[in-house]
């Protein structure tokens, strides 16, 4: 009952029952599968039966973000539930058409005629052509994203994140979301360019010829517009739908318009003309294009005169760049065969309010004064190659549209790649043909007039329309309209699912909705950077804003194929074939290439950004294991590297402490010495390794839940205390031999630890167990046997933790044998945290009777020099002296407790052996008495085979069996033990007396006894050698050197 109630699905959480019960479903009738599947009754309450799977499978539907939600909740209150239709669109509904009605639009009606006539057909080519070919590129590594599995609603971001990972997916799926945003203030600035230039100008606040006019009524009028449009999205996505059609009708009718009309061009060229003084061109605000004018025989001046000469006719005074050249009138718009296209071919690239001049115009030269200068044409902005491409790119953006209504498409997998490149194809085809047609129909002067004024006002696009230029006027108007809108329904969306996703913690309130789901806070944050955009102005100033962040995406849609193409993972199985990782980073070198071209400031800002982001999410934000590719990116780099690694030891220039540190657990399975890692945290300058490890008795099948949580407080100990690095709880038959398991196997490969941490055994004297000590002891000895070094950190509870600032005091290290200058190199790296950095560092030597101390100092001061470390040199001189009274009481009280405590251990074995030897006898006198083999005693303390060295053993173990309480007290010490107890006397006096008061005192650790004798004995040399002191570090090097004088 007890194992029932363990599996029963009703104490799992909502959440887990969710998770699992979206795609596969593990309920199953006992009557059937008992039946047949008895064998697999344990497994199928985790695992599915395939049958149950492939049902699943075959009956998945794919609907967009926020209806699923919206179908539990009206499920849960008791309601019927909503019947979600299955996805209906195929290719050209779902995604070409989408994808024709993003690409085309504003930069197409709007600017595409005045980055010819300034760039010139052929370079106006090159930027088509480089624009088309980045996004062609990248479409055809979203086709290998999006056909690699199903991709659910969130398209382009969930691609993206879940190819690169959360940091990566995080960081550009919000510059997706700014760019969206950025290009609805585009597509509503050019809305309001056009009603307000072309529809109706009267509409003017500000005066055009004013400074700043033109940009102040876009921004009132742009704001306006905002506030509609956000209400009309609040209102419902449907309107926006149900509205699709007509402005993608806008954009098909002022596209064949403009095809018509170039045929007509041919025919019968438009009446358009324009006027120029000279080679000049004049702003159109006139009926005739003369100086003067004759009526009944009477010379009369004309409008365009007034506006160069002041006074009446006879006495006047006139511009002297008017009375040198005459007034010439040309047709603006010659027609396919009226021979202009030579003259388009190349650029005419000028200054800030440089007057557009034709070249081939004949012209008496002349300053011209600012009263007349609004007379003519001129350049807003300084004009130059790069600048064109910035505002061009945004008319190639789109390619997304497909991918974003993935949820909505009947095969996603089919319909993703042959929409979207059939689209770019066609898309790239319209463009580089209207490049080609504007430069062989339309004059250049007003190819390079950018909002028509030399053709009254005029579209310069719609005076090659046919049948009449209102059309594209209209169909342009209605085009940003649409795309605007489409702007503001998209970019909440992808918001919301970046909220949803929980990467960015403080993005959690816009991923809440109302109850049709419609992303209402997303919304809002969404209109406030759009007015950012529109308060900007200008179409000029936003286009290469969001091509920066449009390009960023596009650089990591190819970085995700290139990686999963490259890194060669599993689950990487496209069904759109046609794709290359040398494709991939062509796209991706191109997109970092056009973002430095367009614009190399913002490039830098927009990279800033995203790496803030990556930064942010990757310290404060939620974990997440999405499979991603920079994850198995990740993993192939350690691989690579832990293989390189292996090949031959570091060097001393690169040896750092890659520590092992050994825990002691409490009885709740917590910490025991949470300071120990603090101080590993302290240690960790040199950048190493880190392992921290612990051991629990017993086996791991009935320990295995007690493992996953000292493991889990671990985790939480090193996370509070910031220690990087990897945790490792084993469980062992005992402790001595799961530490000496870790000293052997921890690491891998070349990222294997070379030191071991551990805390010195606390009360090991009143512990009544002697484990402790004869564990720690084993540990000196395998790492010694290991030739790894030991650091051992005595009285740890009193060390500094991370948030302590240790003002003023020293570190002192006593220097009494050299092991590779391990001692040397620690309290460095410790000054190189802000806890000790404000210790100064000491260090003494012991000096013997033949040493000249003198020269030792001024030795030691020159190699510590060398080493490049600031520290304080001492020689300490101790003299020869006889050996003290005291020194030889305490030698004599340790053996003389070492031996009683060796007596009762020994009378507890005798007690436990002599039951195993009567049973022994026993068995054997049975035995005889049957005639049949004996049978090999199971205990390890009974020996049937008689060596001599297991003869002197025995022996010995019955003479000190047999010493008596009178013979212990009666007995002389040691004169080895007398010598060692003298030294450590005689060095702790020393020490007590010249670092008692430093903050920390690293010691040269001496080495165990050879043999296991001695243990206790060693134990007693090290505690009166640390006597006194409040914290110490017992170093015992590794047997290499770990710090050198050379560069």
């Known amino acids: 009952m007890e194992c029932e109630s363990e599996l029963n699905p009703e104490t799992l959480g909502d959440e887990t029952l969710r998770e699992t019960s979206s795609l596969i479903s593990t309920d199953h009738d006992d009557s059937i599968y008992g039946k047949h599947m008895a064998l697999y009754e344990d497994e199928i309450d985790s695992t599915p039966m395939v049958s149950s799977l492939l049902n699943k499978l075959a009956h998945y539907t794919n609907v967009t973000q926020g209806v699923i939600e919206h179908e539990e909740a009206e499920s849960e209150d008791g309601i019927q539930r909503v019947t979600v239709k299955g996805p209906q669109m195929g290719t050209f509904i779902g995604v070409f058409l989408p994808c024709m009605q993003n690409i085309l639009g504003v930069i197409l009606f709007l600017r595409l005629t005045w980055i010819v006539g300034t760039a010139g057909i052929m370079q106006a080519l090159a930027v088509v052509f480089m624009c088309c070919s980045c996004t062609m590129l990248t479409a055809i590594s979203m086709s290998a994203i999006a056909t690699n599995g199903v991709v659910p609603a969130g398209g382009s971001y969930y691609m993206i994140s879940r190819a690169l990972g959360p940091e990566f997916g995080g960081a550009v799926g919000l510059c997706f979301y700014l760019g969206t945003t950025f290009a609805g203030s585009m597509y509503i600035l050019g809305t309001m360019e056009i009603f307000l230039t072309y529809i109706q100008p009267e509409a003017n606040v500000f005066d055009d010829q004013e400074p700043n006019g033109m940009q102040n ?90 506006l160069f000469c002041k006074g009446d006719l006879g006495n006047e005074t006139c511009d002297e760049y008017f009375n040198l050249n005459n007034l010439t009138e040309i047709r603006a718009v010659p027609g396919l065969l009226g021979g202009v296209i030579s003259d388009n071919m190349w650029g005419h690239y000028g200054q800030v309010e440089k007057i557009v001049e034709k070249k081939e115009q004949s012209s008496e030269q002349a300053s011209a004064t600012n009263d007349v200068l609004k007379s003519y044409v001129i350049n807003d902005i300084a004009t130059y190659f790069t600048l064109l491409v910035g505002i061009y790119f945004p008319s190639v953006t789109g390619i997304m549209a497909g991918s974003n209504r993935s949820g909505d498409l009947r095969d996603p997998q089919r319909s993703i790649p042959s929409g979207t490149i059939l689209a770019i194809v066609t898309t790239s085809f319209i463009y580089i043909s209207c490049v080609v047609l504007f430069g062989a129909c339309i004059e250049g002067v007003v190819l390079r007039d950018k909002y028509g004024d030399s053709v009254k006002k005029t579209l310069v696009v719609s005076t090659l329309a046919w049948p009449s230029p209102w059309l594209i006027v209209i169909g342009s108007f209605f085009s940003c309209c649409g795309a605007g809108l489409q702007s503001l329904t998209g970019a909440p969306r992808i918001l919301q699912a970046i909220a949803r996703d929980g990467i960015m913690p403080f993005l959690q309130v816009f991923g809440h909705s109302k109850a049709n789901g419609e992303p209402t806070w997303a919304l809002l944050l969404t209109a406030v950077i759009c007015e950012i955009g529109i308060l900007i102005g200008s179409l000029d100033e936003v286009a290469p804003i969001l091509s920066m962040f449009f390009l960023m995406c596009y650089l990591f849609v190819n970085l995700a194929c290139a990686v999963q193409t490259l890194l060669r993972t599993p689950n990487w199985r496209p069904r759109f074939k046609f794709y290359h990782w040398s494709l991939s980073f062509l796209g991706m070198s191109l997109s970092l290439s056009l973002m430095f071209v367009s614009s190399w400031y913002y490039a830098l800002f927009v990279i800033l950004i995203a790496g803030c982001i990556y930064k942010y999410i990757e310290y404060r934000g939620a974990e997440k294991e999405w499979g991603d590719g920079i994850r198995g990116l990740s993993l192939n780099a350690a691989r690579y590297a832990l293989i390189k690694l292996e090949e031959a030891p570091p060097h001393t220039k690169n040896w750092r402490p890659q520590l092992l540190v050994l825990l002691k657990l409490d009885s709740e399975l917590g910490v025991k010495h949470p300071r120990l890692l603090s101080f590993t945290s302290q240690l960790k300058a ?25 493991e889990k407080n671990i985790k939480a100990a090193m996370a509070k205390d910031k220690t990087k690095g990897f945790c490792h709880v084993v469980v062992s038959s005992n402790q001595r031999d799961g530490f000496s398991h870790l000293i052997q196997s921890a690491g891998l490969g070349g990222m294997k630890h070379n030191a071991v941490l551990v805390a010195w055994p606390t009360n090991w004297k ?25 650091l051992v950190a005595k009285n740890i509870d009193t060390f500094p933790t991370n948030q302590d600032r240790l003002a003023e005091g020293t570190i002192d290290v006593w220097w009494i044998v050299h092991d590779g200058g391990l001692l040397m190199l620690l309290p460095f790296l410790l000054r190189q945290h802000k806890v000790w950095r404000k210790c100064k560092m000491r260090i003494f030597t012991v000096a013997q009777m033949d040493d000249n101390s003198i020269q030792m100092k ?168 640390t006597e006194g002191l409040e914290r110490v570090l017992l170093v015992r090097g590794g047997g290499r050197e770990v710090i050198t004088i050379y560069s």
Not at 245 to 267: D, H, N
Not at 766 to 790: G, P
């Open 686 to 710: 040199g950048k190493g390794l880190t392992i921290v490890c612990s051991v629990l008795e017993g086996t791991y099948m009935a320990r295995e839940a007690d493992a996953k949580l000292s």
């Open 766 to 790: 009143q512990s009544e167990s002697s484990l402790s000590w004869k564990n720690f002891i084993e540990t000196i000895r395998e790492t010694t046997a290991a030739h790894q070094a030991l």
């Open 217 to 306: 009524n876009m921004r009132i009028y742009g704001t306006c517009c905002l506030a509609i449009m956000t209400l009309v999205v609040f209102v419902g996505v449907k309107y926006v739908n149900k509205l699709a059609l007509i402005f993608l009708s806008c954009v098909v009718l002022s596209i064949m318009a403009i095809y018509a009309g170039v045929i007509q061009s041919a025919i019968k060229p438009p009446n358009y003309t324009i006027c120029l003084l000279g080679n000049r061109t004049l702003k159109n605000k006139f009926d005739k294009c003369l100086k003067t004018e004759v009526i009944g025989n009477v010379t009369h001046p004309t409008e365009l005169w007034r």
């Open 858 to 1025: 001024k030795d030691l001061q020159m190699f510590l020099y060398h080493l490049r470390l600031d520290a304080k040199v001492e020689v300490v001189e101790m003299h020869a002296g006889d050996i003290s009274a005291f020194t030889y009481e305490k030698t004599l009280v340790m053996e003389q407790r070492s031996q009683m405590l060796k007596q009762m251990q020994l009378s507890k074995t005798e007690r436990e052996r002599e039951p195993q030897l009567i049973h022994y006898k026993n068995t054997k006198a049975h035995a005889s008495q049957n005639d049949k083999p004996t049978p090999t005693p199971t205990s390890d303390r009974v020996h049937m085979t008689w060596t001599k060295e297991k003869l002197i053993s025995e022996r010995n173990r019955l003479r000190e069996a047999n010493m008596t309480v009178r013979d212990i007290f009666n007995m002389k010490p040691d004169q080895t033990n007398v010598r060692r107890m003298h030294t450590a006397v005689k060095l702790n006096e020393v020490v007590v007396n010249k670092s008692q008061g430093a903050q920390l005192v690293l010691l040269n650790m001496p080495g165990p006894p050879k043999n296991n004798c001695g243990d206790e004995n060693y134990m007693e040399f090290l505690e009166v050698l």
